[in-house]
């Protein structure tokens, strides 16, 4: 897991928290835009400070990691969520600590530098196969099997 939050750091772009690109700074101005002018400085205070622009920089990577969507349609085939669901939640059941501790490091990391790599959150595909797998294996528990003698 070290190995691959290295890997993912070194090959990922990270994001640039002291400036908008154009795109942000269109939504930005929208949003100002739909304040009253009466409250053209609280409209500034939250839309423009560095702080919040950082806030929301943050935000934005953070909420990008549970885009569960597009990560099992981009990244990983789309027929392991369901399995994915139902082990990562036994797993946590079954052993709540280490599970969610190895969660948050990928997901901490994603959070600081962001998604722009040409491979994906690669980081996060320990968690999406193990969880998967050990649905798979919830899953297959259930059917009865017939031992021959």
């Known amino acids: 897991m070290l190995g691959l939050l290295f890997l993912q750091y070194r090959g990922t772009k990270p994001t640039n928290y002291s400036q908008l690109t154009e795109i942000e700074k269109i939504a930005q101005l929208r949003r100002m835009n739909e304040y009253p002018p009466a409250f053209y400085r609280l409209a500034n205070l939250i839309e423009a400070r560095p702080e919040a622009i950082m806030y929301f920089k943050l935000e934005k990577n953070f909420l990008k990691n549970f885009d569960l969507l597009s990560l099992f349609t981009s990244y990983t085939h789309p027929i392991f969520f369901p ?67």
């Open 83 to 149: 399995f994915f669901v139902i082990g990562f939640f036994g797993a946590v059941k079954y052993n709540p600590k280490p599970v969610l501790f190895l969660t948050s490091l990928p997901i901490a990391l994603l959070t600081i530098i962001g998604h722009e790599n040409p491979l994906g959150p690669f980081s996060l595909y320990p968690i999406i196969y193990g969880g998967a797998l050990w649905g798979m294996f919830e899953v297959l528990s259930k059917f009865p099997v017939s031992h021959e003698k």
